[in-house]
Nanobody
Framework: QVQLVESGGGLVQAGDSLRLSCAASGRTFSTYAMGWFRQAPGKEREIVAR???YYGDSVKGRFTMSRDNTKNTVYLQMNNLKPEDTAVYYC????????????????WGQGTQVTVSS
């Protein structure tokens, strides 16, 4: 069992940066692949980053995912934010280290809202 808690969201202006954090409970955290997803109103949930080496096309070059297994925490550094990045951001855990499908992630946080004004 893994519990995930995101933090760091907020209201920013276009061009600003934010860093999201996802704190995980459980001694087996390092065995799980981690991903960041987002969901905007009226849109499907989409993958943002996975394991620090896969990024969605819309965020490549602007977002960076990192992981600290000693702190059971993953991060999402978001730079040069755009209004279209506005969404609820979720971290999630999967036993499948290659998947980008939301359905393959078995543990989810509650989400944190990111709003980017123009």
């Amino acid at each position: 069992q893994v519990q995930l808690v995101e933090s760091g969201g907020g209201l920013v202006q276009a061009g600003d940066s934010l860093r999201l954090s996802c704190a995980a409970s459980g001694r087996t955290f390092s065995t799980y692949a981690m991903g960041w997803f987002r969901q905007a109103p009226g849109k499907e949930r989409e993958i943002v980053a996975r394991n620090g080496w896969y990024y969605g096309d819309s965020v490549k070059g602007r977002f960076t995912m990192s992981r600290d297994n000693t702190k059971n925490t993953v991060y999402l550094q978001m730079n040069n934010l755009k209004p279209e990045d506005t969404a609820v951001y979720y971290c999630a855990a999967s036993l499948d280290w290659l998947t980008v499908k939301a359905n393959d992630y078995i543990y989810w946080g509650q989400g944190t809202q990111v709003t980017v004004s123009s």
